[in-house]
T-cell receptor, first 112, second 110 residues
């Protein structure tokens, strides 16, 4: 089945710890995205990558880091510098000829 | 001012009602307009996609774009409890960057 796999689905973290969220895709799409979703605020763009070994900051990149070493993978690290990391994180790919975003099932991060 | 404004609701309607969901946007350069549906604890999925002003129909769903007033609408006819979800309007300029509204939570009561 083609799609996007995010893991873990649920994650608990103590304050001061870094955590990495995994995103893997087999849709063969070049562009990948990380969004953060908070209640009543829609989706806010954290980072995006249009091609391997290249990525750009989105609107709320502070406290986050990414890498894009392979086309299939775009992991997101939530660092201890992120002041309010508790949120629902969504990874997506972009199909260029239609402009459609395909989303994973999300990872819910809770900081204790 | 946000680039895409959407009332987060919640909106509660009885089964069979016609639902109207709306967004406004500020940038006249936006060309593509989309509605995504998101069920609880899931990722959004594309529901409707339009490029120009006018209406686009798909079954019980109609997407409407009015570029002159920068207004986007989604109508759901004969709403069902299975339509209960969050509906996100979205737009982009065709340049890899999609901008989302806040999402409207819809509850359809049986």
């Amino acid at each position: 089945d083609g799609g996007i796999t995010q893991s873990p689905k649920y994650l608990f973290r103590k304050e001061g710890q870094n955590v990495t969220l995994s995103c893997e895709q087999n849709l063969n799409h070049d562009a990948m995205y990380w969004y953060r979703q908070d209640p009543g605020q829609g989706l806010r763009l954290i980072y995006y990558s249009q091609i391997v070994n290249d990525f750009q900051k989105g609107d709320i990149a502070e406290g986050y880091s990414v890498s894009r070493e392979k086309k299939e993978s775009f992991p997101l690290t939530v660092t201890s510098a992120q002041k309010n990391p508790t949120a629902f994180y969504l990874c997506a790919t972009y199909r260029e000829n239609t402009g459609e975003l395909f989303f994973g099932e999300g990872s819910r991060l809770t900081v204790l | 001012q946000k680039e895409v404004e959407q009332d987060p609701g919640p909106l509660s309607v009885p089964e069979g009602a016609i639902v109207s969901l709306n967004c406004t946007y500020s940038n006249s350069a936006f060309q593509y307009f989309m509605w995504y549906r998101q069920y609880s604890r899931k990722g959004p999925e594309l529901l409707m996609y339009t490029y120009s002003s006018g209406n686009k129909e798909d079954g019980r769903f109609t997407a409407q774009v009015d570029k002159s007033s920068k207004y986007i609408s989604l109508f759901i006819r004969d709403s069902q409890p299975s339509d209960s979800a969050t509906y996100l309007c979205a737009t982009d300029t065709g340049g890899f960057k999609t901008i989302f509204g806040a999402g409207t939570r819809l509850f359809v009561k049986a």
